[in-house]
């Protein structure tokens, strides 16, 4: 019996894993994958029958415009059965793929898309010498704001910030949240100060948004913290500067952004 591929793999260590567990696409996954079991179980059947028409005496007692009539039958079954397979193969590897590299309740990169494209990005610019800015964004005093109002107004201030974010940042950047509350802006081609004057832009557009509560609009803002990548350091180094920034900026009195030493 062959062993499984690298995409079977990767949907037993998926279905295996714990932090995937109360994902909406767990259930589907979970059928898609029965199916696929079913679906080889059959075509395993079909090469057995297939097998059996081979023997001596089954051949005597067909023609062989007969035999070739069913065997060309039967390929064509199998042939529409692994069609069908390969484009639920080819939708579950795009679900999983989504599942993997998106934040399910903004639907912006998460930490495993970012720290990528941060590594990425950061050797591009080493090998051609250009600027990399990062910016660690944390909405101010959001523990209030879920204790005050409840888990489903914090949800609705996150995704209202993230459309802040996706209108204010460039085309080329890449917004992702890092986790909780706390999401980073990967800026490449920009340098700390040019950064700053995007990022403060962004600060304005927060600092404005209303969110609903009742009859009442709940005000939100946010403190950023700005570090350009060094060449002597890794990417991680200058999310550390950025977070050390993104605290001073807390210390400062919040709702601004601050440059890394």
């Keep these: 019996m062959r062993g499984p591929s690298p995409l079977e793999q990767e949907v037993i260590n998926l279905l295996a894993d714990p932090q995937f567990e109360g994902h909406p696409l767990k259930e589907a996954l979970s ?11 059959r075509i395993e059947r079909i090469a057995r029958v297939s097998d059996g028409y081979q023997s001596i005496a089954r051949e005597r ?41 998106l934040d399910t309740l903004t639907g912006i990169a998460n930490r495993r898309l970012l720290t990528e494209r941060l590594r990425e990005e950061s050797e591009r610019a080493k090998r051609y010498g250009r600027p990399l800015a990062v910016v660690m964004l944390d909405i101010d005093r959001f523990k209030v704001i879920n204790d005050e109002y409840g888990h489903e107004v914090g949800d609705r201030v996150l995704i209202e910030v993230v459309r802040a974010m996706e209108s204010e940042i460039r085309e080329h950047d890449l917004c992702g949240r890092w986790g909780g509350e706390e999401f980073l ?24 948004l209303g ?22 350091e890794t990417y991680s180094s200058t999310i ?11 210390r400062s009195g919040r709702n601004r952004c601050e440059l890394a030493d």
């Excluded at 059928?31 to 079991?37: E, I």
């Excluded at 550390?240 to 807390?250: E, V």
Aim: proline share 1%; charged share 25%; aromatic share 2%.
């Design 185 to 208: 802006i990967l800026m490449p081609e920009s340098s700390a100060e040019m950064a700053c004057t995007v990022i403060r832009r962004l600060g304005d557009s927060i600092a404005a």
């Design 31 to 41: 059928q898609l994958w029965g199916a696929h079991h079913d679906l080889l179980g």
């Design 240 to 250: 550390n500067r950025a977070d050390i920034a993104l605290l001073r900026a807390k």
């Design 61 to 101: 007692e067909l023609s062989l415009a007969a035999r070739f009539d069913k065997q060309l039958r039967q390929l064509e079954k199998v042939a529409r059965i692994s069609d069908r397979y390969q484009m639920m193969m080819q939708d579950l590897n795009a679900s999983l793929r989504e599942a993997s590299t």
């Design 211 to 232: 969110v609903r509560v009742n009859d009442d609009l709940l005000g939100v803002t946010a403190s950023m913290g700005i570090a350009e990548l060094r060449a002597d």
